[in-house]
T-cell receptor, first 113, second 111 residues
Framework: NAGVTQTPKFQVLKTGQSMTLQCAQDMNHEYMSWYRQDPGMGLRLIHYSVGAGITDQGEVPNGYNVSRSTTEDFPLRLLSAAPSQTSVYFC????????????FGSGTRLTVV | RKEVEQDPGPFNVPEGATVAFNCTYSNSASQSFFWYRQDCRKEPKLLMSVYSSGNEDGRFTAQLNRASQYISLLIRDSKLSDSATYLCVVNGMDSSYKLIFGSGTRLLVRP
């Protein structure tokens, strides 16, 4: 059981480049989310999805797009990378219900130069 | 005011000590409460959910005070392996699936 798989683990981009961070889960979870973590700021929600075909914005959505064509996959697209997007990105998934916490992937460390 | 606030620490305690972390949250309608553990350069991992009546899992006890909007985590008989950052997590203002994370409290357990 792989859980939540994120690729790549590390990435360096030049300002203005675009890329997609991949996230896949094999637990048949309905909910999936993307967070970014910056030093001293904790995890901040970028986008989330409550099921295939349904996505919505979180706290810091600007500069990112998502789609959810299948239950398993929830890719995060950086449209035009900026140095401010240098961060660690975590994908997470969960079953619905107030007592279900999220299971996180191991993260993608992104540096934009 | 932040939606979830924690003392950043660090808490530096000897092995075997009892240590308590506190967390306050701003949304009185929150229904979901969790403690996560995060090791350096690793992903957060769910430590325990927090139930209204309080709950215990081995050396860990979590309490919820809805009136004061306050969550606590007590760790008894600290181990070196407990050294980590502990994140308080509460669901957001408009849904159960939008989890809001505190910035975390760092714990260092020394020999």
């Amino acid at each position: 059981n792989a859980g939540v798989t994120q690729t790549p683990k590390f990435q360096v981009l030049k300002t203005g480049q675009s890329m997609t961070l991949q996230c896949a889960q094999d637990m048949n979870h309905e909910y999936m989310s993307w967070y970014r973590q910056d030093p001293g700021m904790g995890l901040r929600l970028i986008h989330y999805s409550v099921g295939a075909g349904i996505t919505d914005q979180g706290e810091v959505p600007n500069g990112y797009n998502v789609s959810r064509s299948t239950t398993e996959d929830f890719p995060l697209r950086l449209l035009s990378a900026a140095p401010s997007q240098t961060s660690v990105y975590f994908c997470a998934s969960s079953n619905p219900g107030v007592n279900y916490g999220y299971t996180f992937g191991s993260g993608t460390r992104l540096t934009v130069v | 005011r932040k939606e979830v606030e924690q003392d950043p620490g660090p808490f530096n305690v000897p092995e075997g000590a009892t240590v308590a972390f506190n967390c306050t949250y701003s949304n009185s309608a929150s229904q979901s409460f969790f403690w996560y553990r995060q090791d350096c350069r690793k992903e957060p991992k769910l430590l325990m959910s927090v139930y209204s009546s309080g709950n215990e899992d081995g050396r860990f006890t979590a309490q919820l005070n809805r009136a004061s909007q306050y969550i606590s985590l007590l760790i008894r008989d600290s181990k070196l392996s407990d050294s980590a950052t502990y994140l308080c997590v509460v669901n957001g203002m408009d849904s159960s699936y939008k989890l809001i994370f505190g910035s975390g409290t760092r714990l260092l357990v020394r020999p």
